[in-house]
């Protein structure tokens, strides 16, 4: 299927935590817990060591369900490649920077939808779409920050 400009998007963007490389690198590395610091992340299933299904939806009415597979997992570069299929197809990384005092969380995406609905929606909606995921990322940034200052001694 040939995918329109109005289906795909490339989102990127940094975080800061007050936590170090390693520490955020494990729960990055943990997606069976983000929906327990990720409010948009309803259902994470693991389905193999590197592969499973995730559900998630943000202030838009409509669930996406994504098969996730790690493809490239660096502790030591701080780097976490998974590859999408479903809902969505394509790619997310995570790559981790030490800064003084913690980390800067760089995610990178890049997406096509699949879902037919969304497919047919995205020419016009597009800004919204584009929408729901910066608020999905914000809770992201703000769960991260807050199960990082909670759990930080755990590991």
């Known amino acids: 299927m040939k995918d329109s400009r109005a ?25 069976e817990d983000y929906p327990r610091w990720w409010p948009q992340v ?29 493809t490239r997992r ?3 570069a701080g780097v976490l490649e998974i590859a999408l299929s479903g809902d969505l197809d394509g790619w997310l ?5 030490p800064l003084e ?5 760089r995610h990178e995406q890049d997406t096509a ?4 609905l969304l497919r047919r929606l995205a020419p016009v909606a597009r800004p919204a779409f584009a929408a ?3 608020v999905m990322m914000r809770a992201g940034h703000r769960g991260l920050r807050a199960w990082l200052g909670v759990h930080l001694d755990d590991g």
């Open 7 to 31: 289906s795909r998007f490339r989102f990127h963007g940094d975080w800061e935590v007050a936590a170090p490389p390693p520490a955020v690198y494990a729960v990055l590395n943990r997606p």
């Open 101 to 105: 005092g913690g980390t800067r969380v």
């Open 132 to 134: 729901n995921h910066a």
């Open 42 to 70: 309803r259902e994470v299933v693991r389905t193999g060591p590197d592969t499973g299904h995730c559900r998630f939806r943000s202030f838009l009415p409509f669930d996406l369900h994504v098969t996730v597979r790690a």
């Open 93 to 97: 990384r995570w790559t981790l920077i």
């Open 74 to 76: 660096e502790p030591a």
């Open 113 to 116: 939808l699949r879902k037919p």
